[in-house]
T-cell receptor, first 113, second 117 residues
Framework: AQTVTQSQPEMSVQEAETVTLSCTYDTSESDYYLFWYKQPPSRQMILVIRQEAYKQQNATENRFSVNFQKAAKSFSLKISDSQLGDAAMYFCAYRSTGNQFYFGTGTSLTVIP | GAVVSQHPSRVICKSGTSVKIECRSLDFQATTMFWYRQFPKKSLMLMATSNEGSKATYEQGVEKDKFLINHASLTLSTLTVTSAHPEDSSFYIC?????????????FGQGTRLTVV
């Protein structure tokens, strides 16, 4: 089974600064998708960004970007110009070829005004 | 688009009773739905994958007779927690995959907080 590891249970960032959340995964598959989801206190899971494994170019969505290192099986999320609304739990997720999603243990992000 | 509605959002039941949770894709057809369980400040644990018109596939360690899953249509999957016990209290989340162009990602319901007393 695939495993997803997030080694930072908690992170904090000053408003307007940049923060990077780490994620590593283990798989024997060559074609897969990786995601970052945000879970605010409402518990609703919100898609932040998606990366196809076959694409070498790192995905970017406005202030959010990833550093995808396929050989190292690393998929970090960079949040630029952090805002108070970015405070949430962030989950890294792996989608297998069988279409199951596997989640990391999450990183709780605090944004300091 | 791509809205998943989960109902109820909160439910309290007595030990020994059964509880049904519904997961609906409102504006797309979902051939596959997933059910997760999330403990406080923990990750989402995949419980089972529900395929329309066929039996659900359960993850290792998940009791299929305890957590009954039915996916009778392309827009509805249900999870029934049978003979609930206090240890079943948790937050349950469903997600659905669009079988159309957006099928690379899953869309999540709002979750259901189950409390068994």
């Amino acid at each position: 089974a695939q495993t997803v590891t997030q080694s930072q249970p908690e992170m904090s960032v000053q408003e307007a600064e940049t923060v990077t959340l780490s994620c590593t995964y283990d798989t024997s598959e060559s074609d897969y998708y990786l995601f970052w989801y945000k879970q605010p206190p409402s518990r609703q899971m919100i898609l932040v960004i998606r990366q196809e494994a076959y694409k070498q170019q790192n995905a970017t969505e406005n202030r959010f970007s990833v550093n995808f290192q396929k050989a190292a099986k690393s998929f970090s999320l960079k949040i630029s110009d952090s805002q108070l609304g970015d405070a949430a739990m962030y989950f890294c997720a792996y989608r297998s070829t069988g279409n199951q999603f596997y989640f990391g243990t999450g990183t709780s992000l605090t944004v300091i005004p | 688009g791509a809205v998943v509605s989960q109902h109820p959002s909160r439910v309290i039941c007595k030990s020994g009773t059964s509880v049904k949770i519904e997961c609906r894709s409102l504006d797309f057809q979902a051939t596959t739905m997933f059910w997760y369980r999330q403990f406080p400040k923990k990750s989402l644990m995949l419980m089972a994958t529900s395929n329309e018109g066929s039996k659900a596939t359960y993850e290792q360690g998940v009791e299929k007779d305890k957590f009954l899953i039915n996916h009778a249509s392309l827009t509805l999957s249900t999870l029934t927690v049978t003979s609930a016990h206090p240890e079943d209290s948790s937050f349950y989340i469903c997600s659905a995959r669009d079988r159309g162009p957006l099928n690379t990602e899953a869309f999540f319901g709002q979750g259901t907080r189950l409390t068994v007393v």
